[in-house]
């Protein structure tokens, strides 16, 4: 004879996985510069991080990098040069996101060898400061002072509403 199932309570509900997004970061670099592998490694220790990344690739025109930040709205946007034209080149792409009001949130970061003297004169760096970087990584500074900047990222998605959220979900 067939026995009933038993079921306990059939209201109650199976606890919800709590689904985390995770932060989305942009990977570009100059219109000049052709390097590849400084973006690889930067999108590899990211996704160690836990980002979810959009790396553009080289030789990027500004207007893609502000086109690709409108359109994911990344809580940060990294930019790397290693061919020693970033001091130059990289207060323009700055600037040209920064007027962009729908990511007025995110942050900007820059680093890798942005000049041809193998250090970042002062002069240089407050120029990509106040052209809209948040934080400018030196040649001589070692990694980890990188990785501890984007630990601040770890709770970003509690902080924010889902719909902000597109791309990314894990
Ligand atoms: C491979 C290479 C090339 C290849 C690139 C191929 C490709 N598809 O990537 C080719 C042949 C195309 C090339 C061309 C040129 N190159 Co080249 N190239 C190199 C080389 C040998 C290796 C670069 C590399 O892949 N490194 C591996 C990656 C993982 O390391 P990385 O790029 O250094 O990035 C590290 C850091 O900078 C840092 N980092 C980078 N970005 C960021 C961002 C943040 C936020 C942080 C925290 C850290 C960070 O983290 C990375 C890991 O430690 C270097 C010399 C060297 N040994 O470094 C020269 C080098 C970068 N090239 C150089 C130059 C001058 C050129 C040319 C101008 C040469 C020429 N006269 O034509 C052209 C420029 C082309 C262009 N339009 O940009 C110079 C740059 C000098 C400077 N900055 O003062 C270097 C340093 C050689 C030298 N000693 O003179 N290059």
């Not at 990344?53 to 990098?65: D, I, S, T």
């Not at 690709?68 to 709205?73: D, G, L, M, N, R």
């Not at 980890?144 to 509690?158: M, P, R, T």
């Amino acid at each position: 004879m067939l026995s009933a199932i038993q079921v306990r309570d059939p209201l109650r509900r199976v606890p919800e996985k709590r689904i985390v997004p995770a932060p989305v970061a942009v990977v570009a670099t100059t219109p000049s510069d052709a390097h590849t592998w400084n973006l690889v490694y930067l999108q590899l220790l990211l996704e160690e991080q836990g980002f979810v990344v959009h790396n553009l690739g080289p030789c990027v025109p500004f207007r893609e990098v502000v086109g690709e930040c409108v359109a994911t709205a990344p809580d940060l946007l990294v930019l790397s040069s290693v061919n020693g034209h970033g001091a130059i080149e990289i207060p323009a792409c700055a600037a040209a996101v920064r007027a962009r009001p729908e990511v007025a949130g995110m942050r900007i970061v820059v680093g890798g060898k942005l000049t041809t003297e193998g250090f970042l004169e002062n002069r240089k760096n407050r120029e990509m400061l106040s052209s809209g970087v948040d934080a400018v990584f030196s040649p001589e500074q070692p990694v980890g002072d990188f990785i501890d900047y984007l630990k601040q990222f770890s709770g970003v998605a509690e902080r924010l509403p889902t719909t902000r959220r597109g791309s990314g979900i894990r």
